[in-house]
């Protein structure tokens, strides 16, 4: 996990910008044929517009974002091809659910959707719905939402408890700790009876960690275990 760095945050202001992403037109027909084989697997996967960032700052414990309109299909082709252009980031925010007994809340993604097998945090990029009407993307509205949406959990009234920047090559997971304020059996119940109520849920599995021990190099992707390790330890 060399290069991996976690950065602690006090406040994330994002916003959008227009933005013409050179490699993505440059490499729209290649971008469309990957696109196409990777729906042949899994059809089930939607190529619609989602947000990445551009450019950013960090001082004061305050990360300033400006975020741009991209498809899906693009950012898919960026990530698979092991992120060869540099001058762009895949960004999304993250909730790390943490019980009142120490447990941390993961879950493995279904096998319908573009990382099936692979263990996160409840988490998305951002896309359009997360635009206000001032142009500000409200990053922690898309990570409470995935939340909700993957898991059934809703985070609990309480101070803000800011956020970590894990930054992984081109990779910026923006993680914000919640604690659930109940113990593990109670939040898995929560979560099991969400997931059987769902027709096709995101998530296959829940994974729960409560030591060093139970991180997965298989399935968990190096900023995961990063962090982890480090509130772990």
């Known amino acids: 996990m060399t290069g991996i760095t976690v950065t602690p945050a006090r406040r994330v202001e994002a916003r959008m910008v227009a933005h013409d992403w050179a490699w993505a037109r440059e490499n729209r027909a290649r971008i469309a044929a990957h696109w196409e084989a990777r729906r042949a697997a899994r059809p089930a996967m939607f190529n619609g517009t ?17 975020l741009f309109e991209a498809e899906y299909a693009a950012l898919t082709a960026l990530k698979d091809w092991g992120f060869p252009d540099a001058s762009v980031l895949n960004v999304f925010a993250a909730v790390v659910p943490r019980t009142s007994d120490g447990t ?14 692979r263990v996160y945090f409840p988490c998305g990029t951002p896309d359009p719905t997360d635009i206000g009407a001032d142009g500000r993307v409200d990053l922690a509205a898309s990570a409470l939402r995935e939340l909700r949406e993957e898991t059934g959990l809703t985070a609990p009234d ?38 059987a109520a769902e027709a096709e849920p995101e998530l296959s599995a829940i994974v729960p960690v409560r030591a060093a021990a139970d991180l997965d190099s298989a399935r968990m992707p190096g900023f995961v275990r990063h962090y982890l390790a480090g509130v772990l330890a």
């Not at 989602?50 to 400006?66: K, N, P, Q, S, Y």
């Not at 993961?106 to 099936?116: N, V």
């Not at 081109?170 to 059996?185: H, I, N, S, T």
Request: glycine share 14%; charged share 20%.
């Open 50 to 66: 989602v947000l990445m960032l551009r450019r950013w700052d960090l001082a004061d414990g305050v990360l300033t974002a400006e």
């Open 158 to 195: 309480g101070p803000d408890p800011g956020w970590a920047i894990v930054r992984d090559g081109g990779l910026m997971a923006l993680l914000r700790p919640v604690p659930l304020g109940r113990d593990e059996a109670a939040v898995m119940a929560t979560i099991n009876a969400h997931l």
């Open 104 to 117: 941390y809340i993961l879950g493995e993604m279904g096998p319908h959707t573009a990382a099936a097998g």
